[in-house]
Each structure stands twice: as C-alpha cells, then as structure tokens.
C-alpha cells in the first residue's frame, strides 16, 4: 500500500514557478514508478510527467517540456514537480499517483494509487 499526498499548489501570474511535492507513505515507494496527471474543468485527466522508480528514467507531455522537471528523493519519500514559465492553460488541480507495475505508464490505468490532488491556478 502507498499512501500519497500532494501540497504545493496556489496561485500565480503566468511566467511564474511552482514546486508541487508528494509525500509517500508505505514500504514500496522506492520501487514504484511515479506519475504526475492534472485535470482541468470539463477535461479528462492527463498525464503530465514520469519518473522511475531510481529516478533515472523521466517522461513528460510534449505541451511542457522544457517547463516542468520531475524527480524524487527516496530517502525522503517524496516525489517533485518543478514548474517554471506557468501558463494559464497550466491550471488544473494536479495528482500524485504511483504504480508498483513495470515502466512509466502514461494513462490513468496505469497506477494503482493516487492522491488527493492540489489545485495550480495560473493567472494571465
């Protein structure tokens, strides 16, 4: 079992930066895989990047790469979504999610456990 829970998000004007973190609790977060999704009003949720579970392999939806980094820390448990140069069409409440499957998946399927999410709301 993995218990996730995301903090980090807010409010700020485009161009800006935000760090999302994700707490994880229980034994196998070091050998899961580690997704973040983000899901706007009205939208499906979808995937934004991937890590895993050594953090030497990451993934990221083409709309934000070169904006958005993601990495962990298994000491720490803690798995980071760095996000620079914010747009408005940035904004939707964001989730953690792991999966103790192999690779890095990209669809919601996937991963077998999520958080709570957080809510990024970029300004124009």
């Known amino acids: 079992q993995v218990q996730l829970v995301e903090s980090g998000g807010g409010l700020v004007q485009a161009g800006g930066s935000l760090r999302l973190s994700c707490a994880a609790s229980?034994?196998?977060?070091?050998?899961?895989?580690m997704g973040w999704f983000r899901q706007a009003p009205g939208k499906e949720r979808e995937f934004v990047a991937g890590?895993?579970?050594?953090?030497?392999?990451?993934y990221y939806t083409d709309s934000v790469k070169g904006r958005f980094t993601i990495s962990r820390d298994n000491v720490k448990n803690t798995v980071y979504l760095q996000m620079n140069s914010l747009k408005p069409e940035d904004t939707a409440i964001y989730y953690c999610?792991?999966?103790?499957?192999?690779?890095?998946?990209?669809?919601?399927?996937?991963?077998?456990?999520w958080g709570q999410g957080t809510q990024v709301t970029v300004s124009s």
């Open positions: 999610a792991a999966t103790v499957r192999p690779g890095v998946p990209s669809s919601t399927y996937g991963y077998d456990y």
């Open positions: 229980g034994r196998t977060f070091s050998r899961s895989a």
């Open positions: 890590i895993s579970w050594s953090g030497g392999n990451t």
